[in-house]
Structures are given as C-alpha cells and as structure tokens.
C-alpha cells in the first residue's frame, strides 16, 4: 500500500501540462471529494494496522502536498503563459518595411553629375514646359528646321508657342539669360519626342546637358572633359572618338564615341561590330546663341553637351535592345 502511494507522489512529481482542463483534471484525480484518490486513501486510514498507521498517514499526506503543490505551480505557469500571449508592448519598435532600390536610370543620373561636379560643375533644374525661344529659336534654330515640326515636337494646348521641351539644351539659355560668364552647369532633366514607344526610343526620356562658357574656352578643352568623364564612367581603359556633326546651337559640332564598353572595342553585337558606341552631342557653343542671352561672343567663347541617360544606362548595364512587337495585349 505504502509503495503504491510513493508511485503516485513519482508519478504527480513527474506530472505538467499547460492546459487548464488538464490541469483541473489532474486536481480531480487526487482531491475529487468523491473519489479521489487522496480522499480514498485517508478513508482507508481505519483499516490500516495500528502499528503501520504513522508511516501510511506521512505518505498520504506527502502525496496530498504534493498534488497541491504541483497544482497551484502549473496554474500558476499556465496563467503566465497566457499573460505572454495577450501583452502587447506598444513601445515595441516596428518590423521593418523592405525600401526597395533606386532605379537605374536615377543611379546612372548620380552617377554622370558626380562625375562633372568632381570637374566644377553645378546642376541646375529648368523648365520641361517651355516656349519656342528658349527650345528653338535662342538655340539658333532656323525657322523652317524639321525638330520643330509636328511630327517631333509635342505641343501644349494646340499652341504652337509652348512645348513639351525636345531636349534639356533649353535649359542653356534659361540659365545663361540670367547669368554672366564664367560658369559650368550641368542640367538634367526630362525630355519629350513624339517617337512610338519601342525597345529603342520613348516619348519621354531623359538628357544631362553641359555647358561651360568662360574666356577662350577651345575645343581642347571640351575633349579633355569628355574624355575625362568616359573615363571616370566606363572605366580607365575607355577611348573617346570625335565624328563631325551638326546641331544649329554649336559650331563646330561633333558626335562622340566610347570604345564598347562590353568587347573592349573588339567588335560585338551590342556596338554591331564597330568597336565603338555613340554616347552623346557635343560642340562650341555657337556665338549667335551667346548674343542671343546678351553674352559678348567676342571674350566669352564656351562647349556644350547633351547626353541621353537611357541610352548609357543601357549600355552600363549591358541591357539588349529586344523588341516585344510580336507580343499581342490583351483586349478588355
Ligand atoms: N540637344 C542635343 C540633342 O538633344 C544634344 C546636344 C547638346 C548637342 C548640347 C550639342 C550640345 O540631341
């Protein structure tokens, strides 16, 4: 008897649950005033033999504490366990909401004005709606030159007089109306062409635009500049070729290429086999656009250029020019 309550006090030692009704389950077992199986046993006491009575009456009791014992333990476990669940610490900092990255066009942006602001030159923001004078006409652009035309030229409100601005070169003469040489400024910014929207060309796009005007700048000084960023930008190895060209604003004017940055100038697809790449317009500022913003093209002689951010992106990242022509939208 004695030994078949020391197995019950291993067995309520060894006991645990985390569950209330388990738990009122296990108190019921020993201390049910009915049955239980304490209450049994100290109903039992009168039959016990005198002489075992002391030692049955100890363990019965050691079995008794040790019920009541392991019961107020767990209840009180289980209503921390609770208290866990509900407790909320407003003071908690926030999980943290992933940001996402910058998009590469604003990285390869950063990373072009760094470059001319390493040389001097400040960035500047003008105008993307803007009048005929400072998109065409202060640029020195002739009356009847096709960029003005319909077919390019997105204009405002049916009035020929305001445009979506076709490149950021309008910024020159924003800047240049209300400043006196010398200066450097770069200009980036949005531009607008009524183009079809394809793997190679968009409606809106986006150019940097320099222009430096101080005494006797030359064309010396526009290709160590050029140079110099090709450089910084498509690394050290990069050389840089001068094509003749022309734009209205600059004389003499040039296209400019880099080695391909992707073969080395070796000759591969992406620079169709020409070693080299196009990556923007440049040229001396020509003394009619300076007389036009009130600049003396007699002591100020300056360079400028434009360049479009997609197109170096591109080529930065080694992004193809594939065509989703053959792909059908969906019809609502
Ligand atoms: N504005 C010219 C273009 O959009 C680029 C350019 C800028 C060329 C400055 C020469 C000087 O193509």
């Known amino acids: 008897m004695v030994d078949q309550i020391k197995t019950y006090i291993e067995q309520v030692r060894a006991f645990s649950t985390e569950k209330p009704d388990e738990l009122e389950a296990f108190k019921n077992k020993y201390l049910s005033k009915k049955s239980g199986v304490v209450t049994n046993l100290f109903a039992e006491f009168k039959n016990v033999p005198t002489e075992s009575k002391k030692e049955f009456g100890q363990v019965v009791n050691d079995l008794k504490n040790s019920v009541e014992q392991k019961y107020a333990e767990l209840k009180e476990f289980i209503e921390n366990l609770n ?9 908690l900092p926030g999980e943290d909401m992933p940001l996402g990255n910058r998009h590469p066009i604003s990285v390869v942006r950063r990373q072009i004005l760094d470059i001319f ?75 607008y062409r009524n183009e079809d929207i394809s793997a190679r060309s968009h409606f809106m796009f986006h150019q940097i635009e320099g222009i430096f005007v101080d005494e006797n700048v030359s064309f010396i000084d526009l290709k160590q500049t050029l140079l110099y960023f090709a450089k910084e930008f498509f690394g050290h190895q990069t050389k840089v070729r001068f094509r003749p060209s022309y734009f209205p604003f600059t004389e003499p004017s040039a296209e400019v290429d880099v080695t391909c940055s992707i073969c080395g100038g070796n000759g591969c697809n992406v620079c169709k086999h020409t070693g080299w790449l196009e990556i923007l317009g440049a040229g ?47 019809t609502k």
């Open 83 to 91: 208290d866990v669940k509900v407790e909320l610490d407003l003071t």
């Open 117 to 191: 602001e390493s040389l001097g030159f400040v960035a500047i923001e003008t105008p993307e709606i803007d009048d005929d004078w400072h998109n065409f006409t202060a640029l020195n652009f002739p009356p009847e030159h096709p960029a003005r035309d319909m077919q390019d030229t997105f204009f405002v409100e049916k009035n020929p007089d305001i445009v979506l601005r076709t490149h950021t070169s309008n910024g020159q003469i924003r800047f240049m109306e209300k400043h006196k040489p010398p200066f450097k400024v770069t200009i980036p910014g949005r531009t």
């Open 284 to 330: 001396m500022v020509d003394p009619n656009v300076l007389e036009n913003v009130g600049i003396d093209s007699k002591i100020y002689s300056g360079y400028a250029f434009g360049l479009g951010i997609e197109r170096i992106t591109m080529l930065k990242y080694g992004v193809k020019a594939v065509s989703y022509t053959h792909l059908t939208l969906p």
